[in-house]
């Protein structure tokens, strides 16, 4: 939900004749403000009602990163399993065995984008993955209840990857001979929610590949080293015009051939 606060300035200008001359203008400031999903019939609990079935969840979410919301009503009770799943008395009534007295984010992105506002938008540009169209799911590649939320994320690249390669198996390897930036991770290359970019690709065109390979002037010496600018380089990119079309990793060419 986006607020506007209007607020409104006076200017007093004066000339060398006294004459003043009052102008106003108001503007309008656009903020997100964030409202916790609503159930009909429905009233808070607080977390520590959650925690009586939920406990492995509510233990792991102390340290969790959405814990930092620290979302609290006015008599101090704590809302913040209820600030994505809604207000939970009918279900905590209903011991949940009726379908839809509780709220499941990753069922419906939409609790999700009430915060995430950049990801919506991000989710609908013209290369994406499909969470808009419910094919996947936000908790598909997240964990909000433990950690950064980000499955495999920090310092650990490598089972960063392994969240990609639960859908992209024919990327995952091993290689004989491995592209170099996939230890770096998959977002290295791509944008992992949306870009204007075929395949979720940070960047269309041989850009993408200067960023690390700079340094290759003239990789083959019996070769014009103008030859990639102005031969293969206008026919298409690194891996579509005939020469690196391997950019995972190859099992044939060092030079990421198939």
Known sequence: MVVRHPKCRIALFGSGFGLLILITSCISVNGPVMHPPSIPGASYVGADECSMCHEALTDDFHGASHARFNLRSEDELDMSCEACHG???????????????????????????????????????????????????????????????????????????????????????????????????????????????????????????????????????????????????????CWSAGCHEAVHGSNSSASLRY
């Open 87 to 237: 207000p939970g008395s009918l279900h905590v009534e209903n011991g949940g065995e009726i379908p839809n007295q509780i709220i499941n984010p990753g069922q419906n992105p939409a609790v999700c984008f009430q915060c995430h506002l950049d990801k919506r938008g991000e989710f609908h540009l013209p290369s994406s993955h499909p969470v808009v169209e419910g094919r996947i799911s936000c908790t598909d590649c997240h964990d909000p209840h433990k950690g950064p939320a980000i499955k495999g994320g920090g310092t650990a690249l490598m089972s960063e990857n392994q969240t990609c390669f639960e859908c992209h198996d024919a990327q995952r390897g091993p290689y004989v001979f491995e592209h170099e930036a996939m230890r770096d991770g998959c977002t290295i290359c791509h944008a992992v929610h949306g870009s204007v970019n075929a395949k979720l690709l940070k960047v269309r065109n041989a850009n993408l590949c200067l960023q690390c390979h700079m340094e290759v002037v003239n990789p083959m010496p019996n070769v014009d080293a103008g030859f990639h600018r102005r031969g293969r380089l206008s026919s298409g990119t």
